[in-house]
């Protein structure tokens, strides 16, 4: 079974500039999750999506991160403007039903400079 | 709401030493337990996970877990650490109901000298 695909990989951007990452999940899984990963710390759940609607989003800076899930499937995760703060690597993951079969992605690495 | 404490930050061994990692949750019920490796530049790799049943869970690579309810921990072990164990490690809990997320612990880093 194919895993989680995100991309870009790497991402280098300026800050205040704006910059949006892709995720497609594994075929089947209904719900999806963005995580946020700074140097030296754990995963921090962004945002929470089950089928298309939003679970939970209480920790997404709403005044610049936005993310959507368009049709149930794939998701876009968007930073405009961006901060040096958001330097991290952003992490997606997907389950079939609650915690079983959580699988991530390999991630994407965001640089602000 | 779900906590973890990892409260190395950083440990050292050698190669071929024996490795426990601490992992302490706060979870009102009984949690779903996890670990996670990460490789330098990698994504997050699942080492073993305890739902219900044996205490005692094994994984891959060598690792195993034991759940103890009453200290609230999920601590990691190994018999003997290989080199290419150098990695930071992720223990995680979620919620046994519902739809809820992990939440992970801060991590700590192995390092392992020859």
């Known amino acids: 079974e194919a895993g989680v695909a995100q991309s870009p990989r790497y991402k280098i951007i300026e800050k205040r500039q704006s910059v949006a990452f892709w995720c497609n999940p594994i075929?089947?899984?209904?719900?999806l999750y963005w995580y946020q990963q700074i140097l030296g710390q754990g995963p921090k759940l962004l945002i929470q999506?089950?089928?298309?609607?939003?679970?939970?989003d209480s920790q997404l800076p709403k005044d610049r991160f936005s993310a959507e899930r368009l049709k149930g499937v794939d998701s876009t995760l968007k930073i405009q403007p961006a901060k040096l703060e958001d330097s991290a690597v952003y992490l997606c993951?997907?389950?079939?039903?609650?915690?079983?079969?959580?699988?991530f992605g390999s991630g994407t690495r965001l640089t602000v400079v | 709401a779900q906590s973890v404490t990892q409260p190395d930050i950083h440990i050292t061994v050698s190669e071929g030493a024996s490795l426990e990692l601490r992992c302490n949750y706060s979870y009102g019920a009984t949690p779903y337990l996890f670990w996670y490796v990460q490789s330098p530049g990698q994504g997050l790799q699942l080492l073993l996970k305890y739902f219900s049943g044996d205490t005692l869970v094994q994984g891959i690579k060598g690792f195993e877990a034991e759940f103890k309810r009453s200290q609230s921990s999920f601590n990691l072990r190994k018999p003997s650490v290989h080199w290419s164990d150098a990695a930071e490690y992720f223990c995680?809990?979620?919620?046994?109901?519902?739809?809820?997320?992990?939440?992970f612990g801060k991590g700590t880093r192995l390092s392992v000298i020859a």
């Open positions: 075929s089947g899984h209904a719900t």
């Open positions: 995680a809990v979620g919620a046994n109901s519902g739809n809820t997320p992990l939440v």
């Open positions: 999506f089950q089928n298309n609607g939003v679970v939970d």
């Open positions: 993951a997907s389950s079939p039903r609650g915690l079983y079969g959580y699988t």
